[in-house]
């Protein structure tokens, strides 16, 4: 296969190569150009100049950096950056901690283990919307099934509303996120789990090693790796959350959980302001990157350690 690919290139040249390269990319090009690449730097465009539907008589005047400026000033802005913080933080934390412990279960051997592995991966592949709507009726205050539920079990004496309170509200909607996202972050633990030697957990019982001890000292350590990617990419994707937010509370009550990005939705389409909208985003954006940057940068220094 090799000496047909160099007779192959020493044939057609590197300029050939390249020609031929390029015309196999241009329908891709073609594709990404205007659905992606456009409105990036349409938006970015955008996001210097004054760009208000209220107010059409102003037109579009360029303002520079006054976008960036004032939604960094706006109270508003860093309620919703902490509350977004919070919501990553919280979710992950718990994601991390449950897949591990599903994931190790699962590794056991027990009889249904198959059908056991395959049923969790359910919740992961309901919609994002479905899931919201699924626990927003659980949370209902009326004839949600949490309520009926614990008020059965005598462990509440009156239905109670649990989407009502600002800071309950948000603990809600991250239960929502955990219970789907969970499944995700224990396939990916599993597989790492699953090659691991047990000749190391043989050898650590041997010399009198505890479970805790296994867990701590070789479990744990050879899980590393893949729990920086869970982090890296549980963290991209909830510090953008939006779908389950829109659905379950829309950003309510009393702004509890107004996050990032519902904050920039209501900036854009419900003010109309699509010149901060713009804005917001890219600062959603920068915001992104730097912790990007900063877990690839773990990563790097995990690996050469």
């Known amino acids: ?7 192959y290139l020493s044939v057609l040249g590197s300029s050939s190569v390249s020609r031929l390269a390029f015309w196999l990319i241009l329908p891709s090009i073609l594709v990404i150009f205007p659905l992606i690449i456009y409105p990036i730097f349409s938006s970015l465009y955008l996001s210097f100049f004054t760009k208000e539907l209220t107010n059409p008589f102003i ?8 976008n960036y400026i004032d939604i960094l000033r706006d109270a508003a802005f860093w309620s919703s950056f902490w509350k977004t913080v919070y919501f990553t933080v919280v979710s992950i934390s718990l994601e991390v901690v449950l897949g591990i412990a599903v994931a190790m279960l699962l590794n056991e051997k027990f009889v249904g283990r198959g059908v056991l592995r395959s049923l969790i991966l359910i919740p ?3 919609p994002v919307t479905v899931n919201g709507i699924m626990w927003k009726w659980i949370f209902n205050s009326s004839y949600g099934a949490l309520n009926s539920l614990l008020y059965q079990l005598g462990l509440i004496s009156s239905y109670r509303a649990w989407l009502s309170e600002p800071f309950m509200a948000m603990n809600m909607a991250i239960v929502a ?21 047990q000749q190391l957990y043989e050898a650590a019982t041997v010399d009198g090693a505890s479970a805790w001890r296994r867990f701590r000292h070789i479990t744990l350590p050879l899980l ?16 953008k959350v939006f779908d389950l937010i829109f659905v379950m509370t829309r ?13 920039t939705y209501i900036r854009a389409f419900r003010f109309l302001n699509f010149g901060q909208g713009a804005a917001l985003s890219y600062i959603i ?17 995990d690996i050469e350690y």
């Open 59 to 66: 037109g579009t005047p360029f303002v520079g950096l006054r």
């Open 177 to 197: 996120e955990v219970w789907k996202v969970t499944p995700l972050v224990v396939l990916l633990l599993l597989a790492a789990l699953q090659t691991i030697p």
């Open 251 to 263: 950003g309510g009550p009393a702004n509890g959980t107004m996050v990032l990005s519902y904050f």
């Open 224 to 239: 590393q790796p893949t729990i920086l990617i869970v982090l890296v990419l549980r963290t991209l994707d909830a510090f």
């Open 1 to 7: 296969m090799e000496r047909l690919r160099s007779r």
């Open 124 to 126: 992961w592949a309901l």
């Open 285 to 301: 954006t920068l915001f992104i990157g730097l912790i990007a940057l900063l877990y690839t940068r773990i990563m790097r220094s």
